[in-house]
């Protein structure tokens, strides 16, 4: 018997049903936010990473007032200075501030560890939820497919991709996103698995609700500490393999201020000129480190044992 053909009694009964566990279910996870924020807050090596990741986000916003000079210009007459008073970290081959390159560089890495996670955030999470909550061929299908992309090795992947789509800023954050997205499906589909069968899920389904309700009122709350967990930590690999196909030749061309292809520069002059290779170098350790530091944190922070 359908619920449009049911009883008011039973109607009611369903819709009691749906809005108590509702509530105890936003309850739960409200909570679990709580204790996670207190958790991370305590945690002296999060906060440290939580510390260089929001300073990254402020030299970003304000690298115009943070530079010291022009990035883009170049003056011949002051190549390869090394660091003084004038110029903090020296200038490159073709005479611009390495600081002021660096400042702006983070812009671009933000730029594609940003770009990255928006676009691979809801394609994980909607292949995985959806093979997950359907299951049958469909899960079987998707599943493969993820398999096939986590059977190579990111950066490998990524330089296929980048290759066949050419050298390019934009064509390097979707080579990185195709080389990102199977973690996150499958972690969505892990979650989705433990609650597929869940009465609030049921009291969903009764009352008519279609897929994309329940993936966003009761899938969505689930999955999203995991998967905010698991991007964060994702967030290092992805600056890793951008800097990588910088320095390649395959990633920012010039003259945009990437560190991976900064590093690439000072190659030639590593003897003469070594603020060129290493000041972007520790910019690159330090950033996917501090990620890796946040992402280990607010996986105990997030950790359901905590509540």
């Known amino acids: ?55 990254l986000l402020l030299i970003a916003a304000f690298a115009p007032l943070l530079a010291t000079h022009n990035p883009y210009l170049q003056d011949l007459s002051t190549t390869l200075l090394p660091p003084s008073s004038e110029y903090w970290l020296g200038t490159d081959e073709l005479g611009r501030d390495v600081f002021s390159r660096l400042i702006y560089g983070a812009r671009t890495t933000l730029y594609i560890t940003v770009l990255v996670t928006v676009i691979v955030a809801p394609v994980g999470f909607l292949i995985g939820a959806i093979s997950g909550y359907v299951g049958g061929v469909l899960d079987v299908v998707l599943m493969r497919l993820t398999d096939i992309f986590l059977a190579f090795p990111p950066l490998v992947l990524a330089l296929a991709f980048s290759a066949s789509l050419g050298p390019g800023l934009e064509n390097a ?13 499958r972690l969505a589909r892990a979650e989705t698995l433990t609650v597929r069968n869940a009465d609030y899920v049921a009291a969903a389904e009764l009352q008519g609700a279609r897929l994309p309700r329940i993936l966003w009122r009761h899938l969505v709350p689930v999955c999203l500490p995991s998967i905010i967990v698991r ?15 910088g320095f390649l030749g395959l990633g920012a061309q010039p003259p945009i201020a990437e560190w991976g292809s900064m590093a690439a520069a000072g190659r030639q002059y590593l003897l003469d000129a070594w603020w060129m290779t290493t000041f972007p ?19 105990d922070a997030l950790d359901p044992r905590n509540g």
């Open 1 to 55: 018997m359908t619920l449009e053909t049911a009883s008011p009694q039973k109607q009611s009964l369903h819709q009691w049903l749906l809005d108590d566990d509702f509530k105890s279910k936003k309850q739960a996870i409200l909570h679990r936010w709580y204790v996670g924020l207190l958790v991370l807050l305590e945690n002296p090596v999060a906060a440290i990473g939580l510390v260089i990741v929001i300073a």
């Open 231 to 245: 991007l964060t930590l994702n967030m290092s690999s992805v600056i890793l393999t951008a800097a990588g196909l």
């Open 281 to 299: 170098g520790i910019a690159i350790l330090m950033v996917s480190l501090a990620f890796n530091l946040l992402g280990d944190g607010l996986r």
């Open 173 to 185: 954050v979707f080579a990185i996103a195709l080389t990102v997205w199977p973690p996150i499906a």
